[in-house]
């Protein structure tokens, strides 16, 4: 599953590059919980948690359906 995860977030990256910012996966657990690091301009900005649940995660579940959620860690 991380490697299908790890594909989904290859089609994430050049958006959030465009204003400056990147995702890193961090892991995937056995649950279906993804975790991701914010890096760049999306680590501070005040809208990342919307960028988070509303493109990261909504892309990831469409592309990975096993997936229950995305967290950001730090």
Avoid: F, H, W, Y
């Amino acid at each position: 599953m991380k490697a299908k995860v790890e594909a989904a977030i290859q089609k994430i990256r050049p958006m959030l590059q465009a204003d400056g910012g990147n995702v890193e996966l961090v892991g995937v657990s056995p649950e279906g919980v993804v975790q991701v690091r914010l890096k760049g301009a999306c680590s501070g900005c005040p809208m990342s948690q919307m960028t988070l649940k509303n493109g990261i995660e909504r892309i990831i579940k469409k592309e990975v359906p096993e997936v229950k959620s995305v967290e950001a860690v730090k």
